[in-house]
């Protein structure tokens, strides 16, 4: 019991911040932290001496700021200061080498955190102001997710943000470690989230306009090189007085992210945490007598054997249970979850938890009781040939991206012929269902043109944004999940094709959707980006009129989409196809332009339809801009299509 209360004591006089504040100037210093002067919001908490930031709690947010404003600017000529701080943190994800998402040291101008999001915006911002200069935001984030609309670099970087979630600039996470033996420097990589203490030091010179960023393992001098290390005029950013601290944030994929020591200086540099007091260094063992050691030294060794015998009987039992893994399991990092942990969390693949039916096997709905969490688990059909080969190209090709705009691939399973995928939950479910739904609420054209960019922008990303070009080959309105906040998520890669970039179109067989595939795919069985951008044209239409690609129950002259927008468009009648379910709610200029740009992309000649990249640029062009003719369909109609940008050939 007394080394209990020492221990107590301890920590509360270890924790005790040295503060100093005078009219101008404010410095303090946290070896540790209590409740004292710290402000915390979200799902932030002080837990035995350290902050802890976020928690395991899915699509969280948490800040500690220092709980008083700091004056930042010259009184007299209204110039930042020259400030600096060192800290020491950690990130410890709930899955090894899957982060989320990442935390920053801020200077905001309130403790007031309402509206910030968590994920990718790192309770920093929210998609109404990021990128407003009344934000007057300055960060230093440290991110471990690669989000392609923020334009990371990579999901383990550090950057400089101001007023954005996009970084003005950014680095990869690296130190400089000094040689005795050499006047050079060696680079040597941090692992954001490899569960390391890491110490970073953030200096800014108000004379110079110079901002330093430094990082290093904790116990290693500061290098003399910083990672960061650019010109910066904060003047128009910050305000006279500021609040400063940390935030840090969590999407799909959950993590601790903790702060254990913090010093900060307004006008000066930052006094030196003292490491000997840090939380994480505790030495107990002077208080504990030889005889107390000997004994839990002889409990450990009993406890020691038995772990071993039952390890090694375990091991022996999975061993005849368990099937041998294939050489492309080696590659895979993700998640292997435990087969009847999936088979509990779906009631046994219970009809009841049913999401869908696809061309290979079925999706569950799953709830992983010790956590809460909703996973939609896609369990492939049982002994198809086919089946494992799909189950292999979507690992292989989706186990490695990560974008805002495609459906997360969280983990996978396998067992006797077994093959299950795990993604991230979906609770809107799929397009087509919010689309073509009989009763209730319809999609409004806000929602509409929303989930069209989505769309574009996660195509965009497989063709262009990974090292490697990944062709989709079943775009649909099935294939498209929306989430909580009607996020569209492009998902199902199971016949996603990889190639190098720049690659020739290769012969496949020939797979996807009726109504979707383009004729020359269904012809030759040549998959490529041009056939991926048709699917993506009559997914367009789809949207925009609320009909099916094929409908069966009209006349034979409006039996095909594409055919019955086509000749809309040249008796001048486009908005007669626009979806009556909007009852006329929705911008003429807008539906027009997507119309236009579905009409680009499902021309019969592969090499005049738009790139993603060009569907990009037309969505946000205005209209006067270069014109590009359609080639009509038919032999009868022959329209002209006006489009705001030059399409080239690929």
């Not at 410890?92 to 040291?105: D, N, Q, R, T, V």
């Not at 001098?221 to 990672?227: I, K, Y």
């Not at 002077?286 to 039952?310: D, Q, Y």
């Not at 595939?517 to 789809?542: C, H, I, M, Q, W």
Request: charged content about 20%; some cysteine.
């Amino acid at each position: 019991m007394h080394i209990v209360i020492f221990s107590c004591i301890t920590l509360l006089s270890l924790t005790k911040p040295e503060l100093h504040v005078s009219a101008d100037t404010t410095s303090f210093t946290f070896n540790g932290f209590h409740t004292d002067n710290i402000s915390l919001s979200g799902v932030a908490a002080i837990q035995d001496g350290f902050v802890q930031l976020t928690d395991l709690t899915e699509r969280q947010f948490g800040r500690a700021l220092y709980s008083s404003p700091v004056q930042v600017k010259d009184s007299n000529t209204e110039v930042v200061n020259s400030f600096s701080t060192t800290f020491v943190f950690r990130t410890s994800p709930m899955y090894e080498k899957l982060g989320g998402h990442g935390m920053a040291f801020v200077m905001v101008p309130s403790l007031s955190s309402d509206g910030a999001f968590p994920s990718q915006y790192l309770g920093m911002l929210n998609s109404s102001n990021d990128n407003q200069t009344y934000n007057h935001l300055f960060g230093v984030e440290f991110d471990t997710v690669q989000d392609l609309e923020f334009h990371d670099i990579n999901n383990n970087h550090v950057g400089i943000n101001i007023n954005s979630m996009i970084s003005t600039y950014s680095e990869r996470a690296f130190y400089w470690e000094a040689h005795e033996n050499s006047t050079e420097n060696l680079k040597v990589d941090i692992d954001l989230i490899g569960q390391q203490y890491i110490q970073g030091w953030i200096m800014y010179s108000g004379f110079d306009q110079v901002l330093n960023v430094t990082i290093s393992p904790l116990g290693t001098p500061r290098p003399s090189t910083p990672l960061l290390s650019v010109k910066l005029n904060l003047s128009d950013v910050l305000k006279d007085n500021m609040y400063v601290g940390f935030t840090a944030a969590t999407g799909v994929i959950s993590g601790v992210h903790r702060l254990l020591a913090w010093s900060f200086h307004s006008n000066g540099e930052a006094e030196a945490l003292d490491l000997s007091k840090l939380p994480l260094v505790y030495s107990s063992s002077s208080a504990v007598s030889t005889r107390e050691f000997k004994i839990g030294m002889a409990f450990m060794s009993v406890f020691v054997l038995l772990a071993v015998c039952g390890i090694t009987i375990f091991i022996l039992y999975r061993s005849r249970q368990r099937e041998a893994i294939a050489e492309w399991e080696l590659g895979v990092e993700l998640i292997r979850y435990r087969y009847r942990e999936l088979e509990k969390a779906t009631c046994k693949f219970s009809d009841k938890q049913l999401l869908g039916v696809g061309g290979f096997g079925r999706v569950y709905k799953g709830l992983l009781p010790k956590s809460g969490t909703e996973l939609a688990i896609k369990r492939l059909s049982r002994n198809s040939e086919q089946g494992e080969r799909e189950f292999v190209a979507e690992i292989a090709s989706t186990g490695r991206i990560r974008h805002c705009n495609l459906v997360q691939l969280l983990g996978w399973s396998r067992r006797k012929g077994e093959l299950l995928l795990v993604y991230e939950y979906m609770p809107n479910r799929s397009l087509d269902k919010a689309l073509h739904r009989k009763s209730g609420k319809y999609l409004r054209w806000e929602q509409r043109y929303k989930i069209i960019k989505g769309i574009v922008a996660g195509i965009l990303y497989l063709h262009e944004g990974w090292e490697q070009q990944i062709l989709h080959r079943d775009i649909k309105s099935s294939n498209v999940l929306l989430d909580a906040q009607m996020n569209a998520k492009v998902g199902d890669f199971g016949l996603s094709r990889l190639s190098e970039h720049g690659q020739k179109p290769y012969t496949t067989k020939v797979v996807g959707t009726l109504g979707y595939l383009a004729p020359e795919f269904a012809r030759t069985g040549k998959a490529s980006t041009s056939t991926d951008v048709y699917s993506f044209g009559v997914l367009l239409l789809e949207i925009v009129t609320g009909r099916r690609p094929i409908e069966h129950e009209v006349s034979i002259e409006d039996f095909l989409l594409v055919e019955t927008v086509l000749k809309l468009y040249s008796k001048g009648r486009l908005l007669d196809a626009v979806d009556p379910k909007l009852d006329g709610f929705f911008d003429v200029e807008e539906v027009k332009k997507v119309m236009v740009i579905g009409l680009l992309c499902v021309q019969p000649d592969p090499l005049r339809r738009p790139s993603m990249e060009q569907v990009v640029q037309g969505l946000a062009s205005s209209a006067g801009l270069s014109a590009h003719p359609l080639e009509c369909q038919t032999s009868s109609v022959e329209p002209y299509i006006p489009f705001p940008y030059s399409a080239e050939k690929r």
